[in-house]
């Protein structure tokens, strides 16, 4: 059945999963949209898709660069339902490129493994997430993945611990220059000083907590075998396992501290929570819970939209 045809990695998987993805976009934009359709809403709403598809390449690169799952599309699929258990994502850009970004600095993060270029590679993580930052403030946090990244590989050397703060500095000061250069209006101090928040009245809606439940519960399942199959991943590999956790649990931070709570947040967390899932699915032996796993990320939307 399903899970059988997604456990071997084939191109036509990906061409499949863009459709769907492709298909729950349209859907989004058409239903959840209420702007004149014309040539450049048009081409707005490509572009839009095309960072989704581009975000959806990057994770497959990351992952499989890295042997983050097996030969399988596990990971894939489950990225995207657990993207169409969100549609509202589709609806905002700022944190669809800003997710994009963080997909930019995990994979060069992730890489620190191989020991080459490591300060370039540290470099251009803090320059992602900067940008990253821009669009949405609480994108800051991974930077906490960068410094979990240089403590959980060894690497000691001061340099590398100072090179993060010069990536800040860098687009800082490009951002400096486009607002002088373009005379742009610069926000108060107050603006940039992030308020934490447990209020969750902003994601009280039906077909929000039917995704947040299946979040949670996915991850919290899967968890407990992914820390148990951590033991038996050789060395060379475990550190990058160790940071895809570190990502999730921070993802989930911004989710239930962020003062400007959105649905669109969980984006975040798809990544990492699609390959600690994938793994948990490769461990298990009954054909028959993996198709029921899927068939709920299949269905849930469907329930949502009836409720």
Request: net charge positive; with cysteine.
């Amino acid at each position: 059945m399903i899970a059988n045809f997604f456990s071997k990695t084939k191109p036509i998987h990906f061409v499949i999963i863009t459709l769907v993805l492709f298909s729950a976009f349209l859907m989004t934009v058409l239903v959840g949209t209420k702007s004149e359709v014309d040539l450049v809403y048009v081409l707005k709403q490509a572009s839009l898709f095309a960072l989704c598809f581009f975000s959806l390449f990057i994770f497959d690169f990351l992952t499989g660069r890295n042997n983050l799952t097996k030969k399988n599309s596990y990971h894939l699929l489950l990225y995207s339902l657990f993207v169409i258990l969100i549609p509202q994502s589709f609806l905002e850009p700022k944190i669809i490129i800003a997710n994009l970004f963080v997909l930019f600095a995990l994979r060069r993060i992730i890489s620190l493994r191989s020991k080459k270029q490591q300060k370039k590679k540290i470099f251009d993580a803090a320059f992602w997430i900067t940008l990253a930052s821009f669009l949405c403030f609480w994108a800051s946090s991974f930077y906490i993945i960068i410094f979990a990244a240089l403590f959980i590989f060894k690497i000691s050397d001061i340099k590398n611990w100072i090179i993060p703060f010069l990536g800040i500095l860098s687009v800082l000061i490009i951002g400096l220059s486009v607002i002088i250069l373009f005379n742009l209006p610069v926000m108060p101090l107050e603006y940039y000083i992030p308020k934490i928040s447990l209020d969750f009245s902003a994601l009280n809606s039906k077909h929000v907590i039917v995704a947040a439940t299946i979040f949670f519960t996915y991850f919290l399942w899967s968890l407990i075998f992914y820390l148990r199959n951590l033991k038996s991943k050789s060395k060379n590999y475990k550190a990058s396992y160790i940071l895809i956790l570190i990502t999730a649990l921070v993802a989930l931070a911004i989710v239930v501290f962020a003062n400007d709570k959105s649905e669109a947040l969980f984006l975040f967390l798809i990544a990492p929570l699609s390959i600690i899932v994938a793994n948990y699915m490769e461990l298990i032996k009954e054909k028959w819970f993996k198709e029921v796993l899927i068939w709920i990320l299949i269905i849930a939307p469907a329930i949502t939209l009836l409720l």
